[in-house]
């Protein structure tokens, strides 16, 4: 069974620090995927990035980047430079690897509630 | 292009009745989720389609629950005799093959049981 773990339920920084959303996961499957969502007030999960388990590169975009470390089990997000736009609820998710033209479920973590003041 | 769009919005119910959710996918993606969300969790998984087939139905929780594709694209979730914990957000997501599985969302229904 696949499992994702995000053991901060809410997160409170200052605009302009860097902060870091931890996720831990579970699975069994040898390839999977790793994906992060943004929700923001409006509701909407939006997309922010897939991680392949085979490619433990970290990714940098922009403010946003991610440390995939495979032997801790773990893909945290950290937001450089905080603004009050990044307040959201952030979810970690897991799903395994697809073989072309199949689709797969994606488990979620319970979220993490970021608050960026001014 | 259009996303995911969700009907209706918002739907208030009293206990013991029927509800239909509707969800309309992005033009072309063969892959659809149904999702639920209780305040305060994360998505969990319902269902899926690839096609017109349930591919994956292993999280619907009791047979109150359906869910059907008929054409292979617009899905109707369907809730009988609902109960005051059915109350979430019931969300939809697409997919196509050539994105890794990465899942497009719709803005959800919100399902009030009172």
């Known amino acids: ?118 | 292009g259009a996303g995911v769009s969700q009907t209706p919005s918002n739907k208030v119910t009293e206990k013991g009745k029927y509800v239909e959710l509707r969800c309309d996918p992005i033009s072309g993606h063969t892959a659809l989720y149904w999702y639920r969300q209780s305040l305060g969790q994360g998505p969990e998984f319902l269902i899926y389609f690839q096609g017109t087939g349930a591919a994956d139905d292993s999280g619907l929780p009791n047979d109150r629950f359906f869910a059907v594709r008929p054409e292979g694209s617009v899905s109707t979730l369907k809730i009988q005799r609902t109960e005051r914990g059915d109350s979430a957000v019931y969300l939809c997501a697409s997919s196509t093959r050539d994105r890794g599985n990465e899942q497009f969302f719709g803005p959800g229904t919100r399902l009030t049981v009172l």
């Open chain 1, 1 to 118: 069974a696949q499992k994702v773990t995000q053991a901060q339920t809410e997160i409170s920084v200052v605009e302009k620090e860097d902060v870091t959303l931890d996720c831990v996961y579970e699975t069994r499957d040898t390839t999977y995927y790793l994906f992060w969502y943004k929700q923001p007030p409006s509701g909407e999960l939006v997309f922010l990035i897939r991680r392949n388990s085979f490619d433990e590169q970290n990714e940098i975009s922009g403010r946003y980047s991610w440390n995939f470390q495979k032997s801790t089990s773990s893909f945290n997000f950290t937001i450089t430079a905080s603004q009050v736009v990044d307040s959201a609820v952030y979810f970690c998710a897991l799903s395994e690897a697809l073989t072309t033209g199949t689709a797969s479920k994606l488990t979620f973590g319970t979220g993490t509630r970021l608050q960026v003041t001014l």
